[in-house]
């Protein structure tokens, strides 16, 4: 397996504008994940799913961040309007089960909004 | 609220010596906790997971301890490496997957 894919690596937009990042989570995970990584708050859970149904999205900031799951091998977050604070590192990452909860992150898109 | 502390300055050692890193965290009771290793550009990789009934872990040339009552883990790299320079994450998790992440500490080990 190639490991969590998400594109794209980078993206910068301006304010105001809609941003959709992918992720092609581990064929066979259960599991998915989306993170924001900045140098000020770290690593922060948004939201998860299991079985492509949202389980907990908690930590999404606000209502201009949505996901969506619509199978199996298939996540979107979406950014709209996007401002410059939305400025991080997300990362997807995916899990086979509960037991243990090892998470496999994917490389991560680097999003700048200026 | 639930918080995890790990040391924000960087840690600079010599190859060959042994690193250790400290996770601490207060309210909040894990069931496990876990080690992962994150290079400049990349996603964070899992390196080790410990349970709350478990003192200690290995693989290779680390070692993780876990102390419930100090609310606390050690994180030891034996025989270091320059290529184990990296930033290192501790993670806690209970019952579901709300796994919490902590800041990370920046480790270099010089050659």
Known sequence: ?????????????????????RCKPISGH????????????????LIYFNNNVPIDDSGMPEDRFSAKMPNASFSTLKI???EPRDSAVYFCASSQTLQGNEQFFGPGTRLTVL | SQKIEQNSEALNIQEGKTATLTCNYTNYSPAYLQWYRQDPGRGPVFLLLIRENEKEKRKERLKVTFDTTLKQSLFHITASQPADSATYLCALGAGGFKTIFGAGTRLFVKA
Do not use: C, K, N
Not at chain 1, 7 to 14: A, D
Not at chain 1, 34 to 40: D, L, N, S
């Open chain 1, 80 to 82: 709209q309007p996007s």
């Open chain 1, 30 to 45: 259960d599991y998915l994940f989306w993170y924001r990584q900045t140098m000020m708050r770290g690593l922060e859970l």
């Open chain 1, 1 to 21: 397996d190639a490991g969590v894919i998400q594109s794209p690596r980078h993206e910068v937009t301006e304010m105001g504008q809609e941003v959709t990042l």
